[in-house]
C-alpha cells in the first residue's frame, strides 16, 4: 500500500514508490487501485543515464519502459488530484518477467531516437489513435527530465511528454519537438516504426538549417549542436503528419515545401 502526495503548487504531484516484494509486479495488472494516480510509471536507468517511461492506458514504452517493475525497484508515479492514494494487491505479483509486451492493435508508433554519437540516446514516442484527444489525455506520458540528453515532444499546453498520441489526422498534424544536450557537435535522429504510416507522408522539419526530410524515406537525420540556442531548445524541430488521402494533399505538399528556404 502506498499513500502518494498531491500539490498543484508544489512538485505537480510527483512521488517516488517502490517495489515491496521479492518478486517482479506488473503495472497492468488487476490488482492495483490508482485514486487520482496516473495509469503511467517512470523509471530512471542508470545505464542509459535516462528515464524510461511506461503509459499502461496505451501500452507504449518509451527508453525501454515496461509494465514489469523488478524486485526491490524504485519508481514515479504521478498524482492528478487531492487524496490519491496508490494501493497494490498480491494479485499484481509475477513469478516470471514476460517477453515484451505487444502494443494495442489501432495504435501506429513512430519511434524518435535522439544519439549523440559515442555517448548517450533518449527516445520519443509519438503515436496515432483514433481515440486520442487533441490535449493532454491518458494516452500522453509526460518526460522526467535526463541529466544530458533529451528528446521531448510539447503539447498545446507546453508539457514535455515522452509519449505523445495523437488523433488519426484528417490532413496534416504538427508534433513540434524539443530537444537538449549537455554536449555540442554531432546529433543524430533515428526513426522506427514509420513504415506503420503508409497512408501518411511523416516530414521532418529543421527550421535552422531550412530543412524538410520525409522520415517514410530517409529514416535518419543528422545535424550539428553548438553553442547557439537555435541549434537547440523547443523551436528548431518538429514532425509533421500529412495524410495523403485528403483531398488537397498536393497543395499541401507543395505549400509545406514551397515555405522552406531554398526549396523550390
Known amino acids: ?6 500539490s498543484a503548487s508544489n512538485g505537480e504531484g510527483w512521488n517516488l514508490v517502490g517495489n515491496p516484494y521479492p518478486c ?28 524510461s517511461t511506461w503509459n499502461g492506458a496505451t501500452g507504449l514504452g ?20 487531492s487524496s490519491p492514494a496508490l494501493i497494490a494487491t ?3 505479483k509475477i513469478g516470471n518477467s514476460p517477453a515484451t509486451p505487444l502494443f494495442k492493435t489501432n495504435i501506429k508508433t513512430l519511434r524518435m531516437t535522439l544519439v549523440k554519437p559515442g555517448e548517450l540516446t533518449d527516445e520519443l514516442v509519438v503515436a496515432m489513435s483514433p481515440e486520442a484527444q487533441d490535449g493532454l489525455d491518458a494516452m500522453d506520458s509526460e ?14 499546453n507546453g508539457k514535455d511528454n515522452a509519449i505523445n498520441t495523437i488523433k488519426a489526422a484528417q490532413a496534416e498534424t504538427v508534433v513540434p519537438v524539443g530537444i537538449s544536450s549537455t554536449y555540442t557537435g554531432i546529433h543524430k535522429f533515428s526513426f522506427k516504426g514509420e513504415t506503420e504510416f503508409n497512408a ?12 524538410i526530410q520525409l522520415v517514410n524515406d530517409n529514416p535518419s537525420y543528422q545535424f550539428e549542436v553548438t553553442s547557439n540556442p537555435a541549434t537547440f531548445g523547443e523551436n528548431r ?17 507543395q505549400s509545406i515545401y514551397k515555405n522552406m528556404t531554398g526549396l523550390v
Open 237 to 253: 524541430f518538429r514532425l509533421m503528419f500529412v495524410n495523403r488521402g485528403d483531398f488537397d494533399y498536393l497543395k499541401r505538399i
Open 62 to 81: 518509451a527508453n525501454f519502459g515496461s509494465n514489469i517493475i523488478e524486485s526491490g525497484n524504485a519508481f514515479f508515479v504521478k498524482a492528478n488530484g
Open 143 to 156: 518526460k522526467m527530465t535526463n541529466p544530458n540528453l533529451n528528446v521531448y515532444a510539447l503539447d498545446a
Open 90 to 92: 498480491e494479485a499484481v
Open 24 to 51: 517482479p509486479i506488473n503495472w497492468d495488472a488487476a490488482g492495483w487501485t490508482r485514486t487520482n494516480v496516473d495509469n503511467m510509471v517512470w523509471i530512471f536507468r542508470p545505464a542509459g543515464n535516462h528515464f
Open 1 to 6: 500500500v502506498s499513500q502518494s502526495r498531491y
Open 200 to 211: 501518411y507522408d511523416v516530414l521532418l522539419e529543421d527550421k535552422y538549417l531550412g530543412v
